[in-house]
């Protein structure tokens, strides 16, 4: 499975960002998804676990309320909606899929997110 994030960017806080995980190989439907950041000097840190076809399966309490999924079947991609942004949100962002979410296989380059205050 290759995977590949993209959408970062820089966005004042309240902003929103869109990202997008993309994701190539024929038996990645059967994997367990999640996005997972890591900050400046920080440990890394689950974000969202969801399925390839875009189900939402469960998420971290620092984003709940704040960022949601979706599927863009033209595109073949799921996208994280990250909205009301915070400095703490800064990190860079991982798609991944495996067996397990606690611990993936794979991971993807990884996109950078800027929140300015």
């Known amino acids: 499975v290759q995977l590949q994030a993209s959408g970062g960017g820089l966005v004042q806080a309240g902003g929103s960002l869109s990202l997008s995980c993309a994701a190539s190989?024929?038996?990645?439907?059967?994997?367990?998804m999640a996005w997972y950041r890591q900050g400046p000097e920080k440990e890394r840190q689950f974000v969202v676990v969801f399925t390839w076809s875009g189900e939402l399966l469960g998420y971290s309490d620092s984003v709940k309320g704040r960022f949601s999924l979706s599927r863009d079947n033209a595109k073949n991609t799921v996208n994280l909606q990250l909205n009301d942004l915070k400095p703490e949100d800064t990190a860079v962002y991982y798609c991944?899929?495996?067996?397990?979410?606690?611990?993936?296989?794979?991971w993807g380059q990884g996109t950078l997110v800027t929140v300015s205050s």
């Open positions: 991944t899929a495996g067996n397990s979410w606690k611990r993936p296989e794979y």
């Open positions: 190989g024929s038996s990645v439907s059967r994997y367990q």
